[in-house]
């Protein structure tokens, strides 16, 4: 079965530490991984997805086959970067993309 | 955002009333889905389509069923609404293909059942 831990639903981080949220997959096949975000009063929207291992907003993920783990980081926190973050694993044979629980995430000024 | 505008944004009803909720696409994008958001669980698939009239159930697709008559509309219908399916519910659009994955949602359509 398919499945995807976000241990922490809640997580604060004081503004200029480092963030890390944590994402950890169970997956047959190789998936390819995501992460979504979702601000206050805003509509849910791609953050990054690994094969494209770009930066977006500071934020970078790596993915680790061995640990199954897909963790998403960032050096300094800025306040805006309070939200909702949801890790999902895509599935190519069904175009599924299945959502872990969501961590969110506060930023203290 | 893919030009994905759900209706109606806001619904309250009663408990064994039908309802339906819209989501309408301007992208002409084959695969339309329909999520909903509880504090908990995360977003959960209800059904997904992968073309007109193609449909297939997710993983909580309970009292819930779809339909796809146009590459542009998918409909969510609660046959007989219960308090269990207060929710927020949310459309998505993807191309497919190697675009998959990149799912573009809509604002979300809050529903309570009393």
């Known amino acids: 079965a398919q499945r995807v831990t976000q241990p922490e639903k809640l997580l604060s981080v004081f503004k200029g530490a480092p963030v890390e949220l944590k994402c950890n997959y169970s997956y047959s096949g190789s998936p390819e991984l995501f992460w979504y975000v979702q601000y206050s009063r805003q509509r849910l929207q791609l953050l990054l997805r690994h094969i494209s291992r770009e930066s977006i907003k500071g934020f970078t993920a790596d993915l680790n086959k061995g640990e199954t783990s897909f963790h998403l980081k960032k050096p300094f926190a800025q306040e805006e970067d309070s939200a909702m973050y949801y890790c999902?694993?895509?599935?190519?044979?069904?175009?599924?993309?299945?959502f872990g629980t969501g961590t969110r995430l506060t930023i203290i000024p | 955002d893919a030009g994905i505008t759900q209706s109606p944004r806001h619904k309250v009803t009663e408990t064994g009333t039908p309802v339906t909720l819209r989501c309408h696409q301007t992208e002409n994008h084959r695969y339309m889905y329909w999520y909903r958001q509880d504090p908990g669980h995360g977003l959960r698939l209800i059904h997904y389509s992968y073309g007109v009239k193609d449909t297939d159930k997710g993983e909580v697709s309970d009292g819930y069923s779809v339909s796809r008559s146009k590459t542009e509309d998918f409909l969510l219908t609660l046959e007989s609404a219960t308090s269990s399916q207060t929710s927020v519910y949310f459309c998505a659009t993807t191309a497919g293909g190697r675009g998959g994955g990149e799912l573009f949602f809509g604002e979300g359509s809050r529903l309570t059942v009393l």
């Open positions: 999902a694993p895509f599935n190519f044979g069904n175009e599924k993309l299945t």
